[in-house]
């Protein structure tokens, strides 16, 4: 198991722990049956990025022996160009982000993200092994383009790891800390907006870790209140909608919601 996998196992436990004590949206009596669906998604999503591992390390390989990326034009600080490297990715996973959500081929597979209508912490896990699939092989391509090296990008995946589980966590944190990160990184207000069942609500707020993207590329949506938000896509919130087969078999079927 690597470093971010594990971090992310005991981020998941101590999350979900919190969001029993301290919710945002209180009342849920369902967390366990709910969790264990997204769960089971993740397993198998989990699965496909095991296998795509070997290609990861080649193209890190790929990039050192023919000494790709790395700063080179720029010759900074091998520490610099770390951090360099680390915000470009991020800019990449958003830019990717916004590419499932315009492009309808895409948004198949990532549909199956935003179909749970109950978000907390399990279902930032939650995806189609297709769109781990794509997005695995095009984070080899932008490994090799950015020449991020592996220790790099293995700090990438234990920072995003936590992030997104805070982000999508049902966690009551004080509104001042809500606001104050959103200056940086995205907190769970934003990424419950993305949430949304409207569409020109989950059409925006993009961000993974950090949120000034959203800013930059005029996607930053927030909202009043955040109680009265309901998440997923009308017409899949059934139980039978959100057995794991089906969501499996989502991306095949019409897409009818937009
Ligand atoms: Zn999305
Ligand atoms: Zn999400």
Redesign the pocket.
Known sequence: MDSSALIGLIALGLVFLLEGLIPFYAGRSDRYAHGLRNLSLALIAGMVGVLMTPLLSWSVQLAARHDLGRCNPIAIHPVACGVLTFVLFDLWMYAWHRMNHRIPFLWRFHRV??TDPA?DST??LRFHPVEVLISTVLNCVLLVVLGMGLEVFALYKSVMVVV?LF??SNLRIPPHLDHGLRWVIVPPSL?RV??SNLRWETDSDYGTIFSFWDRLFGSYRTRRTYHDIRFGIGRYDSRDWQRPLQLLALPFRPLDER
């Open positions: 993200h935003h978000l279902t930032a997104i982000h999508h990424h993305h949430h």
